[in-house]
């Protein structure tokens, strides 16, 4: 709840410093429908008093590329990731576990493998739960 009461609030803040743009752009819609409406501003006064919002909004959307092209750079940096070591070998890894070549094996052959691992840290197969009689 109080997630939900603190986005309205943030939201009615930003329209709040919004009202004064929102203004501009229907007095700029009525004057595009040729509707003569006397403006809250003299000219030029809309720009003024709009500036530094449109400045901060432009300094948030600056940010936020140059923050994308960096993290995108380090993400796809292939200089990085070349220089990763190589992958374990699964028999070394196999047995390290202490778990067997063919059971290994076994494993990668399988369809569909479901590993059980003991308290004590032994790898084996799992056998599939007792599903019940068919109806």
Not at 3 to 19: I, Q
Not at 105 to 131: I, K, M
Request: no cysteine; charged share 15%.
């Amino acid at each position: 709840m109080r997630d939900v009461l603190l986005t309205l609030l943030a939201w009615m803040l930003l329209l709040y410093f919004l009202r004064d743009l929102v203004w501009m752009v229907a007095y700029w819609g009525l004057a595009a429908l040729h509707v003569s409406v006397a403006p809250r501003w003299q000219s030029g006064e809309m720009w003024r008093d709009t500036l530094p919002f449109l400045k901060v909004v432009g300094m948030l959307v600056l940010w936020l590329v140059v923050f994308s092209i960096v993290r995108w750079r380090l993400l796809t940096n292939r200089l990085r990731s070349a220089s990763e070591p190589a992958p374990l070998d699964a028999v070394d890894q196999a047995t390290a576990f202490g778990v067997p070549i063919t059971l290994v094996d076994a494993l990668r052959a399988a369809p569909l493998a479901t590993v059980n691992t003991a308290d004590a840290g032994v790898v084996s197969p799992a056998r599939p739960p007792h599903r019940g009689a068919a109806r």
